[in-house]
């Protein structure tokens, strides 16, 4: 649907999920000990490995991902003192006591 496009946009699950995996893929050696027969499923990098879950890895880093998730919070964060100045304080009125 239309109305969902920025979606993946603001997900901070998304953020944190690509940021962790940037964080522990990047630069790791893997070692495949598959049969010759399959040896085509083996991946020899991390980078590769990414690859293989999606081509988003190949341009993001770890720090795009912190940025993301600083400015998707920073803007709740507005939007919440925002809100809290707009609303003012609103009391029950007070009863005499009994």
């Not at 964080?23 to 495949?32: P, W, Y």
């Not at 598959?34 to 341009?59: D, Q, Y």
């Given at each position: 649907?239309?109305?969902?496009?920025?979606?993946?946009?603001?997900?901070?699950?998304?953020?944190?999920?690509?940021?962790?995996?940037?964080?522990?893929?990047?630069?790791?050696?893997?070692?495949?000990?598959?049969?010759?027969?399959?040896?085509?499923?083996?991946?020899?990098?991390?980078?590769?490995?990414?690859?293989?879950?999606?081509?988003?890895?190949?341009?993001?880093?770890?720090?795009?991902?912190?940025?993301?998730?600083?400015?998707?919070?920073?803007?709740?964060?507005?939007?919440?003192?925002?809100?809290?100045?707009?609303?003012g304080p609103k009391y029950s009125p007070m009863l005499a006591p009994l």
């Amino acid at each position: 649907p239309k109305l969902l496009w920025l979606m993946p946009r603001i997900s901070v699950v998304r953020w944190g999920f690509e940021g962790l995996a940037l964080n522990e893929m990047r630069g790791l050696k893997l070692k495949c000990d598959l049969p010759p027969l399959r040896k085509a499923a083996c991946v020899g990098t991390g980078e590769e490995a990414l690859a293989r879950v999606s081509k988003t890895f190949e341009t993001s880093s770890v720090e795009k991902a912190i940025g993301a998730q600083l400015t998707i919070l920073g803007v709740a964060y507005l939007a919440t003192i925002n809100a809290l100045c707009q609303g003012g304080p609103k009391y029950s009125p007070m009863l005499a006591p009994l």
